[in-house]
Nanobody, 117 residues
Framework: QVQLVESGGGSVQAGGSLRLSCAAS????????MGWYRQAPGKQRELVAS???????NYADSVKGRFTISRDNAKNTVSLQMNSLKPEDTAVYYC???????????WGQGTQVIVSS
C-alpha cells in the first residue's frame, strides 16, 4: 500500500508564505494526477490545485496568482508554494494522488495552515 505524508504547515501572518510538501511512502508506485485539497472549519473540502503527470496544472479561482503546485516525479513528491496568504486560506490541507493503474485516490493525513490577520 502506498501512503502520502504532508509537511510544511504552520502559522503565518497575512501576506506571508508557506511551502507544503507531500511525499509518497514508496517510489515503487507512481502517480498520475496529484493535487492539494483543503477544508476550513465549517466548510466542505475543496480542490486547491492539481497537476497531472505531464506537469499541466489547474487552480481554484481563489488561489490563482498566489499558489503554485509542482511535482518531482523522480522523488514521487508534490509541493504547494503558497504566497500572499490570506486569513481565508486557513484550513487543513490534504495531499491527494491517483496511483498508476489504480482507480481510487490516496490521501494524506493533512497538515494545518493558519493565517492570522
Amino acid at each position: 500500500q502506498v501512503q502520502l505524508v504532508e509537511s510544511g504547515g504552520g502559522s503565518v501572518q497575512a501576506g506571508g508564505s508557506l511551502r507544503l510538501s507531500c511525499a509518497a511512502s514508496t517510489i515503487l508506485f507512481r502517480f498520475n494526477g496529484m493535487g492539494w485539497y483543503r477544508q476550513a472549519p465549517g466548510k466542505q473540502r475543496e480542490l486547491v490545485a492539481s497537476i497531472n503527470s505531464g506537469g499541466r496544472t489547474n487552480y481554484a479561482d481563489s488561489v490563482k496568482g498566489r499558489f503554485t503546485i509542482s511535482r518531482d516525479n523522480a522523488k514521487n513528491t508534490v509541493s504547494l508554494q503558497m504566497n500572499s496568504l490570506k486569513p481565508e486560506d486557513t484550513a487543513v490541507y490534504y495531499c491527494n494522488g491517483v496511483p498508476v493503474n489504480v482507480n481510487f485516490a490516496t490521501w494524506g493525513q493533512g497538515t494545518q495552515v493558519i493565517v492570522s490577520s
